[in-house]
């Protein structure tokens, strides 16, 4: 009998414990919000001040604002803010007659973005230029924009110039981009994301937890456009976010960013299409890999575990981005390096594609005679190839997020411009027109 009791009263104990383990281990795993954190204090919503939320939540504050220190390069990217236009000088005549001719340098972390957009040669501070900057520019700086789009409306917000926002933009990037103060859940705070997806058929509202680590970058990791004369943010996903369905959308607006100087090519400018380009079949993403896995991975502080929000380009800590999947991160790492490689230098030779197509359409232009019909033709064929070649350029992984999509569109931008410049020669007989490497452009290291 008093085994009986004995054996009973332990195996008890085992379930017991059994079920605390479980439960402590289901809870730890649940997001924030439904491990109900305790707040220290009331965060009123879309607070735009960061160390108001850096009270209740200091870990995430703190790596939060290394962000804004970080100056370490990669062979690529990293968060030293050097010049594109140094580095690949090509990239001048691409963008001529654009401010991106002008000043274009690399993104630096998250608590720079304002400090960075005010500093840019790209503004134009004359607001009786009919060029110059609108407001919508501060659409992905800034904690304030959340507030101040729910006050005024994106629409009056966007019809404003760059100088009159100024005074109502006080903080960079920071925790009301991404989060619902008090429930800390992650949430979709642009309109234009809203809008976008709206568009498809789809409500954010509805997606699960993991989707939300990376539709939450979303909110400026995108193509967008300024809509009309209101400088209205959009983006062109009413077809798709597939570079196809992105250009096809281009073409039924009749939208053009600038015209090419004596080329006068309707040109575009892609934007950071790194959602657009990472979600199109990637292997990353079709096996449930989200943007938060490689750039905000779990760490801890002692016994406390929380996402790093210090947010860089992961081969700085490839061990803690890539390591929680692939044991073998150098093995990764040198993949990373390979695929960057073999993009970068696809990429020079469609600059030189694309050059080649300027040349022979600026000349055709130039001799006056040319085959209407033929011209525009090279024309529309030189819009396609930049904008290609630009969806991969401006996407800031060197084709990392989506190696194949990256190396299948700079093909096909290739073939497009040569087509361009075939087409342009055509247009005035002038076979002078098909030689290639027609600017010469000195690399620089
Ligand atoms: C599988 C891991 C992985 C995923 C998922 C991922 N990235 Fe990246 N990301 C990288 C790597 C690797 C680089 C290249 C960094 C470099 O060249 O230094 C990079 C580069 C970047 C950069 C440029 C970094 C810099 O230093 O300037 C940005 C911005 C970025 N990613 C945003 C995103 C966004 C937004 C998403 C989701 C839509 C995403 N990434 C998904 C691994 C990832
Ligand atoms: C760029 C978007 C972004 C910004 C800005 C941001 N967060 Fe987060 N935060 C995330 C993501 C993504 C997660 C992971 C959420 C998940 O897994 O459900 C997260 C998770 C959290 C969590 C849950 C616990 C954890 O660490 O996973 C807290 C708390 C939090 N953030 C606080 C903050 C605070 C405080 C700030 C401002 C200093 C901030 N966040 C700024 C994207 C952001
Ligand atoms: C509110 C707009 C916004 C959101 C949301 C946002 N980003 Fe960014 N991100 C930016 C801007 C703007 C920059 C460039 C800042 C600069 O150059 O000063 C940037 C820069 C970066 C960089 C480069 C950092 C470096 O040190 O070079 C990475 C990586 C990055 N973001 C990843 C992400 C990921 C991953 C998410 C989602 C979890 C995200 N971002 C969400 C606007 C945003
Ligand atoms: C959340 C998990 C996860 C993280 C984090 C992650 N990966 Fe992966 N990675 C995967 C999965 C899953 C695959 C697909 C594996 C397969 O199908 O065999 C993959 C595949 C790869 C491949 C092969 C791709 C191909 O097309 O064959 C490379 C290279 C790679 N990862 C690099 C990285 C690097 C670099 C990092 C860190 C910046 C990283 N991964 C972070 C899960 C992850």
Redesign the pocket.
């Known amino acids: 009998m008093k085994n009986y009791t004995t054996l009973i009263l332990s195996g008890l104990v085992i379930i017991l414990a059994a079920v605390l383990v479980g439960v402590l281990t289901y809870e730890r795993n649940q997001p924030a919000e439904e491990r109900a954190v305790q707040p220290l204090v009331e965060i009123a919503p879309m607070e735009p001040d960061s160390s108001k939320w850096g009270i209740n939540f200091p870990n995430q504050y703190d790596s939060f604002m290394k ?1 804004e220190t ?1 100056n370490t390069p990669t062979t690529f ?3 030293s ?1 050097f010049s594109w236009l140094e580095r690949d000088p090509r990239q001048v005549i691409l963008f001529a007659g654009y401010p991106f001719s002008k000043d274009y ?6 608590a ?6 005010r500093a840019t040669g790209r503004l134009n501070l004359d607001d009786s230029n009919p060029k110059h900057t609108p407001a919508t520019c501060y ?5 304030d ?1 959340p507030g101040l789009w729910d006050e005024l409306g994106m629409e009056a917000y966007d019809k404003m110039t760059f100088n009159e926002m100024t005074p109502n933009i006080n903080n ?2 920071g925790c009301a ?2 989060h619902e103060a008090g429930t800390m859940r992650l949430i979709v ?2 309109p234009a994301l809203k809008e976008a997806l709206a568009a498809q058929g789809k409500d954010w509202e509805t997606f699960t937890r993991q989707e939300m ?2 539709v ?6 995108v193509e967008y456009y300024f809509k009309g004369d209101g400088k209205y943010l959009t983006f062109p996903w009413a077809n798709g976010t597939d570079i196809d369905s992105i250009l096809a959308y281009y073409e039924e607006s009749g939208f053009k960013d600038w015209a090419y100087p004596d080329a006068d090519t309707p040109m575009l400018k892609a934007q ?1 299409p ?1 959602y657009e380009f990472f979600t199109a079949n990637s292997t990353h993403y079709n096996a449930g890999v989200s ?2 896995d ?3 991975p779990y760490v801890s502080d002692g016994a406390t575990k929380y996402s790093s929000h210090d ?4 081969l700085l800590n490839a061990e803690q981005s890539c390591g929680q999947c692939h044991t073998d991160t150098q093995y990764v790492t040198n993949r990373v390096a390979a695929i960057q490689e073999q993009v970068a230098s696809t990429k020079i030779q469609t600059e030189d594609a694309i050059l080649d197509a300027i040349t022979a359409i600026k000349a055709a232009v130039a001799a006056g005679n040319a085959d209407a019909a033929l011209l525009d033709q090279a024309r529309k064929l030189h819009r396609e190839a930049q904008f290609m070649w630009d969806f991969v350029s401006a996407e ?1 992984s060197t084709g990392f997020h989506n190696p194949e999509y990256a190396l299948k569109i700079l093909a096909e931008s290739t073939n497009r411009a040569r087509q361009a410049q075939m087409l342009a020669a055509q247009s005035i007989g002038d076979t002078s027109l098909l030689s290639t490497g027609t600017y010469y452009v000195t690399p620089t290291p």
């Open positions: 962000t970080n990217a990293g968060s803010q340098n690399d993104d630096r972390g998250h720079n973005a304002l400090a960075d957009v659409s992905c700086k800034s904690t924009n960079s990037i981009n991404c705070t642009n680590r990376t939450v970058c979303a909110n400026c990791h950071h790194e943007c938060a490689c750039h905000m947010v860089h380009s992961p800031n």
